[in-house]
């Protein structure tokens, strides 16, 4: 595993999200990209009940980490388990429940360009789309500061002048081992995004 960087594509006016995802897949094509296979990165968040309702554990499943299951705390720890810690989460039922209608999910195609992997994702809350995030990792590097500017010129050269600095998240990783935990990390970090926006906005 290398660097992964993680950006929400926002969606041009007059475009609806599946326009602007096939405008991201043909982009990607042009320089190159090869299609590799599909992704999907989901999270159920479950709450401390009934004693700490504030408390919350968000449980993530990432495809490219098939037998890992995530439990990302809402104080940032994260507890890396076998993909079964599902069920000891339904055997934790009265001091853990799931949020209902609160499963995020982002899933799409995967592209591969040299050393680069790509993934477009297609954000959804239950059956409501609510964007567009891009993934790209690039492969030979596991320190963010060595490569982010290779990474930003791949990701301007299809995404445009839109993304400028990593995540917030990333930035303040930039001289550390990169981590599967700092990807599901940043994804948390546009989940809660999403989450907090409003259905219509984009």
Known sequence: MGVVSIH?????????????????????????AVKTGTFCVECETYYAAPNNPNRAVNIIHDSEHPVTCFALLDTGTCLMADS????????????????KAIKIETRGPRYEVQDFVIKLGSVS?????????????????????????????LLQGFMGNTVQCPSQYLQGKMNEIYTPVDTVQQYMEHFNAFRRAPSGVR
């Open 125 to 153: 809350i239950g059956p409501s789309f609510r964007g567009i995030l891009v993934e790209v990792e690039y492969t030979p590097c596991v320190i963010p500061l060595s490569c982010w500017d290779l990474m930003r010129e």
């Open 84 to 99: 079964q810690f599902d069920m000891l989460m339904a055997k934790m039922a009265g001091i853990y429940i799931p949020k």
């Open 8 to 32: 929400q594509f926002p969606i041009p006016e007059g475009k609806s999200g599946q326009q602007a995802a096939e405008m991201l897949q043909k982009r990607l094509e042009t320089i190159g």
